[in-house]
């Protein structure tokens, strides 16, 4: 019988219940019996994503709402949306090696049950205090909640074909969850009240609750070990700086000690968190699992494709809203088509390319037809049709998110050890939700500064009528969605020059640690 190298076991292995097998014949790690629940597995992975991603935009239709019936300031009811990104982007990787060391399927009910819990406390929110910790502790847990989702997901399926489907629904989720946030929270807001954009995470938490002690089964990971509390807290803090800093550029201005301070700060203690993980004998991010290039090159493909898309749902909805005078219901369904398209472009382009398919053609085609879209939204204009121009560029930007999100989920988890498949998902769901605050606040930036020139040059009196001002906003869009344009194309090239690996034929193995 062959011995084992430390770290060698596979993220999919298990031990074998064929009948008959001795020391002398063993069923080969790498080839386990598939789980027969698996597919119920999925649903319930699929629902806490879906209520995850769901969070990070159902409440923005709400905002004017919560912010008329709880008294928030201008300038406070930013918060909303920060407290949880911030929580949640911050707390990533610690909630990804807590998965590895305390179980994903544990901390993935724990997740659950905290994050129904932090929703009715903000739905129950008498003031806008309430509500800000109320986001902030739903963003806590869902730092334990997501990482232990994608680990689960990601060592449960291991055959090829099954790993693909199972990561298309998964991409899709990702990212067409938050296109159907819009949806549900115009939805909620227009026929219900502003409190249900959170309340509505309670079923669906309880909902997967009840389904996980019967069809999750965690593989084994390392259960023992200690937890690198200067790295959390270097890692941390750091991420949580950042974002901080980003936070603030819209309404202070760059050049503010606001902004200038907590971005330096959190770049100093990210050099300080790498230095530390290349020492620390139980380091929370081993730099093994970023220094392959096929991973690294994963992972900055998903930031600048998050990046470049998550301005769309801020800029349309306010042109929506504002210029074409919808209604929030009817601004929730305009961006069905995004989300179509992305759940075809994950489940029934993807899937069945990716087997058969280099990811990165996978990848790099989806960004070029995302950037196609971004170009067309970009000729909008204050008298232009949603049918003609809007409703073409969502379906474009749906099918290249759905083409991209998918491999880049089944490649940047593929062969990673089972004693870090936590801290990796970790690092993939933070790289995305730090591309996303990092898109939100600088394509808001760019559009706000064009904007404000449009005007300086269009306005000859003291005050700007209706419609120069919306001709104004939508000039600004369009501006930002060339910058789109552009970090889009950049991932593709991105994709193309360094993803260059071909799905494995037993994708859940492990590398060697």
């Not at 937890?227 to 901080?244: I, M």
């Not at 730099?287 to 801020?314: C, K, N, P, W």
């Not at 099918?399 to 498949?421: E, N, R």
């Not at 300086?456 to 910058?483: E, K």
Request: with cysteine.
């Amino acid at each position: 019988m062959s011995k084992k190298r430390p770290g060698e076991e596979s993220l999919s292995s298990a031990p074998s219940t064929a009948t008959g097998s001795s020391p002398d014949h063993e069923v080969p790690a790498a080839t386990p019996a598939p789980d027969p629940k698996r597919w119920w597995a999925l649903a319930v992975i699929a629902l806490a994503q879906l209520m995850v991603i769901l969070d990070g935009t159902v409440v923005n239709i709400a905002l004017p709402s919560a912010q008329r019936a709880l008294g928030m300031s201008d300038a406070h009811r930013q918060w909303v949306i920060t407290a949880y990104t911030l929580a949640f982007g911050g707390l990533l990787l610690l909630g990804g090696r807590i998965a590895d060391l305390v179980g994903r399927k544990r901390t993935f009910v724990i997740g659950l049950a905290g994050f129904a819990a932090a929703s009715a406390l903000g739905g129950a929110a008498a003031g806008s205090g309430m509500l800000f910790a109320a986001r902030a502790l739903q963003g806590a847990f869902a730092a334990v909640l997501a990482p232990s989702a994608l680990s689960l997901l990601a060592t449960t399926f291991t055959d090829p074909k099954e790993r693909a489907r199972a990561f298309g629904v998964y991409g899709a989720l990702a990212g067409g969850g938050s296109a159907v946030g819009l949806i549900v929270g115009g939805l909620l807001t227009e026929y219900l009240n502003w409190r249900w954009s959170l309340y509505v995470n309670v079923p669906i938490a309880l909902a997967a609750l009840l389904g996980a002690p019967a069809f999750l089964r965690d593989r084994s990971g390392r259960r023992s070990g200690h937890l690198d509390v200067p790295g959390a807290l270097l890692g941390c803090g750091g991420l949580v700086a950042l974002v901080y800093g980003f936070s603030e550029a819209e309404p202070r201005g760059w050049s503010s000690p606001s902004v200038l301070t907590p971005l330096v700060a959190g770049v100093v203690l990210l050099a300080a968190f790498v230095w530390w993980q290349s020492r620390a004998a139980s380091p929370l991010l081993p730099l093994r699992i970023v220094r392959d290039r096929v991973r690294a090159g994963s992972l900055a493909t998903m930031g600048l494709a998050t990046i470049g898309m998550f301005g769309v749902f801020l800029f349309l909805t306010y042109y929506l809203q504002v210029v074409l005078g919808y209604p929030p219901v009817r601004t929730g369904l305009a961006f069905v088509p995004i989300s179509a398209g992305i759940v075809i472009g994950a489940t029934q382009i993807a899937a069945r390319l990716l087997p058969r398919t280099a990811p990165r053609t996978l990848m790099s085609s989806g960004m070029v037809l995302a950037a196609a879209g971004m170009v067309l939204l970009s000729s909008l204009t204050v008298h232009t049709q949603y049918v003609t121009h809007v409703l073409p560029a969502l379906l474009l930007l749906g099918l290249g998110m759905g083409l991209t999100f998918m491999p880049v989920y089944a490649t940047a988890t593929a062969c990673v050890p089972a004693q870090d498949a936590g801290v990796a998902s970790a690092v993939l769901n933070t790289v995305q939700q730090m591309g996303a605050s990092l898109g939100t606040v600088l394509l808001n930036t760019i559009a706000t500064s064009a904007t404000g020139r449009y005007l300086h040059s269009h306005v000859r009196g003291p005050d700007a009528d209706g419609a120069t001002l919306d001709q104004g906003m939508v000039h600004g869009f369009s501006v930002a969605y060339r910058c789109s344009a552009g970090v889009l194309l950049l991932a593709a090239l991105v994709a193309g020059l360094t993803v260059w690996h071909r799905t494995p034929k037993h994708a859940g193995h492990d590398a060697p640690a």
